[in-house]
């Protein structure tokens, strides 16, 4: 069984502080995306990384593929109360030609004005 | 709007009725995924689906649940005589050709079920 496990689940913070969200596993996954879910509504997809050690940076928020594509991290550079939110990571999986897309059990996380 | 559709998105019933989620995927979209969430967690895959077949089962309970994608409508998880921990939100996601795409899955809205 693939498991994802982020941390830390809960993170409240100041407004203009930085924070990094980890997500890790033991299991090697083809691909690494993260969503993000607001409060009543379905998780949207952020980015994909694919290849080892890639880096991708949405604005402020920067992500990035551990090199044996086991892990990732988020980091989000001054934090905006518009940031709050559950964010996801899913690690994909083909397996016999069928994609699954296993989610970590999220980060929540609250930015206070 | 051509998103994914769930409905209804919400929904009451008591213990031992049946609760019948529906699910209309993006347009050109041929493959269907459920997840259950339940409060402060993160998803949990129940059953991949396409067109009148099921792909992967391996996250739905033996028992009382049920998926079928038919080849005209929508998309149905159907849980039979639901119980208290059946009380969840049930989300249901979309992609085009499976694993030949890109890997993103394009999510409802969710329905939630509330078991009294």
């Known amino acids: 069984t693939q498991l994802l496990e982020q941390s830390p689940q809960f993170l409240s913070i100041q407004e203009g502080e930085n924070l990094t969200v980890y997500c890790n596993s033991s299991s090697v996954f083809s691909s690494l995306q993260w969503y993000r879910q607001e409060p009543g509504e379905g998780p949207v997809l952020l980015v994909t990384v694919v290849t080892g050690g890639e880096v991708k940076k949405l604005k402020r928020l920067t992500f990035q593929f551990g090199d044996a594509r086991k892990d990732s991290s988020l980091h989000i550079t001054a934090a905006q109360p518009g940031d709050t939110g559950l964010y996801l990571c899913a690690g994909r999986s083909i397996i016999q030609g069928a994609q699954k897309l296993v989610f970590g059990q999220g980060t929540r996380l609250t930015i206070n004005p | 709007n051509a998103g994914v559709m769930q409905n209804p998105r919400h929904l009451v019933r008591r213990r031992g009725q049946e609760a019948r989620l529906r699910c209309s995927p993006m347009?050109?979209?041929?493959?269907v995924y459920w997840y259950r969430q339940l409060p402060e967690e993160g998803l949990k895959f129940m059953v991949y689906l396409q067109k009148e077949n099921i792909i992967d089962e391996s996250g739905m309970p033996k028992e009382r649940f049920s998926a079928e994608f038919p080849k005209e409508g929508p998309s149905i998880l159907r849980i039979q005589q639901v119980v208290r921990g059946d009380s969840a939100a049930y989300f249901c996601?979309?992609?085009?050709?499976?694993?030949?795409?890109?890997?993103?899955?394009?999510f409802g809205e969710g329905s939630r079920l509330t078991v009294l």
């Open positions: 347009k050109g979209h041929s493959h």
């Open positions: 996601a979309s992609s085009p050709q499976g694993a030949r795409n890109t890997g993103e899955l394009f």
